[in-house]
C-alpha cells in the first residue's frame, strides 16, 4: 500500500506527513482527472478526502485496488459507507475530536439568537443607537425546554454544555440513550412540547428533511430552529415558509441545502442567523481533526487496522 489519491484541498504541513509514507496524488491539481483514473486508478490503495468533499461511488468503482478512505470530518453522509464496505474498502472519520468545538457553536448560535448579539451589533454599527436611542428588548436563554434531535457524541456534549442555563432537555433518535433527558418516540409531539429545537443528527437518506413543515408548525410561533447538523435535515423550502408566515419565530443556521448557497430570504430575515458552515472550524479542532485523519491512513498502512472506523465498516477493521 504506497500510493494515495487526495480529494480537495489539505494544508502543507499534513502533505508532506502523507509525502514521508506515499506517493501522492492530487485530484485539485490534475488537468484530467478521468485520464488519471483509467491510467493509474489501479495503483490507488488509499484515498484521503473530507465531508465537504467525498467521493463518488463512480470514482471509487475504478480504483480497483482501493482498500481504504480517510474521511477529515465526523459526518460521511458524501461516501456510500454500505458500497464500500461491500466491496471490502474501509471507510474512517473523525469522531470525539471535534464535540466540544461543535457544542460551543450550538451554544453561539443559541445564546445569539435569544440575545440577538447580530441585531445589537448591527445597531450600534449602523448608528442606530444614536438616532432611535436604546435597542429592544430580547429574550433570556434561562430556564427554556430545549429538544434536542441527536442524542449521540456531540447532542450529549451540547446538553452538557446547557446545563449552566438550566433547561429542561428533551430529546429523539430512533433510540433511547443512557442520559437523564426526557426521550420522545416521535419528533413531532418533541416540536410541540419544546420552545428550541436542535437538529444534530447525521445527514444522508434517513434523515433527509425530517425536521418537515409539520415538525416546524408544531415548533411555533415563538419557537427557535437551530440546526447545526447537515442542511438536508431540514426542509429548507418548509422552513422559508414557516418563518414568513410566523408559524416558527426563529431560525439559527450554520448548515444548507445547498452550500454554500443560502437563500436571500434566509439572508435578510431579522429573525434568522446565518453562518458558512464553521460548527468545527478552529484551528485547534481543525488540527486534531487533521491529525486524526492522517493517523488512520498511518495505522492501516502499519497494522491493517484503523482507529475510527464508521459503524458500516467496524466489521472489517476486526477482521483484518
Ligand atoms: P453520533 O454520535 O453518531 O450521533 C448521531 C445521533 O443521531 C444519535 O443519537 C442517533 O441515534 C441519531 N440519529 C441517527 N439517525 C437518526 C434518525 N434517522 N432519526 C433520528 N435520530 C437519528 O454523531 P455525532 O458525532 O454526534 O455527529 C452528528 C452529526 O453532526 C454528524 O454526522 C454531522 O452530520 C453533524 N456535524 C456537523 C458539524 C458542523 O460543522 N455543522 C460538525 C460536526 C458534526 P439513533 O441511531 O438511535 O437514531
Not at 425546554?145 to 428533551?170: C, D, H, T, Y
Request: charged share 20%; glycine share 8%; with cysteine.
Amino acid at each position: 500500500m504506497s500510493e494515495i489519491l487526495i480529494m480537495g484541498n489539505m494544508p502543507d504541513k499534513s502533505l508532506s506527513i502523507l509525502k514521508a509514507e506515499f506517493t501522492v496524488h492530487r485530484a485539485v491539481e490534475m488537468t484530467n482527472f478521468e485520464k488519471f483514473l483509467a491510467e493509474q486508478g489501479d495503483k490507488i490503495s488509499a484515498v484521503a478526502t473530507t465531508g465537504f468533499v467525498g467521493i463518488h461511488n463512480s470514482i471509487i468503482e475504478k480504483l480497483k485496488n482501493l482498500q481504504i478512505i480517510s474521511s477529515n470530518g465526523v459526518g460521511y453522509d458524501s461516501i456510500d459507507a454500505t458500497f464500500c464496505a461491500d466491496r471490502g474498502i474501509i471507510v474512517t472519520h473523525t469522531p470525539d475530536v471535534l464535540n466540544a468545538e461543535v457544542a460551543n457553536t450550538t451554544i453561539m448560535l443559541f445564546l445569539n439568537s435569544f440575545r440577538e448579539f447580530s441585531f445589537n451589533e448591527a445597531y450600534v454599527k449602523s448608528g442606530n443607537w444614536k438616532l432611535e436611542g436604546m435597542a429592544p428588548y430580547s429574550r433570556s436563554p434561562d430556564n427554556r425546554v430545549v429538544g434536542i434531535l441527536g442524542m449521540g457524541r456531540i447532542g450529549q456534549e451540547i446538553a452538557s454544555r446547557l446545563s449552566i442555563f438550566n433547561p429542561k432537555i428533551l430529546y429523539h433518535s430512533r433510540s433511547p440513550k443512557d442520559v437523564p433527558y426526557t426521550y420522545y418516540e416521535d419528533l413531532e409531539t418533541m416540536a410541540r412540547d419544546c420552545e428550541v429545537l436542535i437538529c444534530i443528527t447525521p445527514g444522508g437518506l434517513q434523515t433527509n428533511k425530517i425536521v418537515n413543515e409539520g415538525v416546524l408548525t408544531a415548533l411555533g410561533s415563538t419557537g427557535t430552529l437551530i440546526n447545526i447538523a447537515r442542511g438536508s435535515v431540514v426542509d429548507q423550502t418548509a422552513l422559508i415558509s414557516a418563518l414568513k408566515d410566523k408559524r416558527l419565530g426563529y431560525a439559527a443556521l450554520d448548515v444548507f441545502e445547498n452550500e454554500p448557497n443560502v437563500p436571500d430570504e434566509l439572508i435578510h430575515m431579522s429573525n434568522v442567523i446565518v453562518l458558512p458552515h464553521v460548527g468545527s472550524a478552529t484551528f485547534e479542532t481543525r488540527a486534531a481533526m487533521g491529525d486524526l485523519t492522517l493517523n488512520n491512513l498511518i495505522e492501516f498502512k502499519k497494522n491493517g487496522k484503523v482507529i475510527t472506523p464508521v459503524p458500516e465498516c467496524l466489521n472489517l477493521n476486526q477482521n483484518t
